[in-house]
């Protein structure tokens, strides 16, 4: 397993762009997928969007997709998310997690979760 550190949340407003980042332990970074979930207050987690090791495929939530970015520095051993154009529905804790197996919607196939990084979008 690789150890997995959320940095970057934060309070922004609707409209406006935040990056989060999320660094990984160990030398096999590059042979995981990398994935991005949230969780809102009284809401399940949800699937937002994830990346193969290589950089390619990349899958994204319909709710997210034109507005936030997923990419990967291997070579830094950090995962990044680029939100733009954020809307208060955003806002939720966000975890970055990492699945040996391939990069899939669901959270059953990722064996590794940071703790969570904070994002509020005011209206």
Request: net charge positive.
């Amino acid at each position: 397993q690789v150890q997995l550190v959320e940095s970057g949340g934060g309070l922004v407003q609707a409209g406006g762009s935040l990056r989060v980042s999320c660094a990984a332990s160990g030398r096999t970074f590059s042979t995981y997928a990398m994935g991005w979930f949230r969780q809102a207050p009284g809401k399940e987690r949800e699937f937002v969007a994830t990346i193969s090791g290589k950089g390619s495929p990349i899958y994204y939530a319909d709710s997210v997709k034109g507005r936030f970015t997923i990419s990967r520095d291997n070579a830094k051993n950090t995962v990044y998310l680029q939100m733009n154009s954020l809307k208060p529905e955003d806002t939720a804790v966000y975890y970055c997690a990492a699945s040996n197996i391939g990069p899939y919607e669901s959270g059953n196939y990722y064996e590794s979760w940071g703790q969570g990084t904070q994002v509020t979008v005011s209206s």
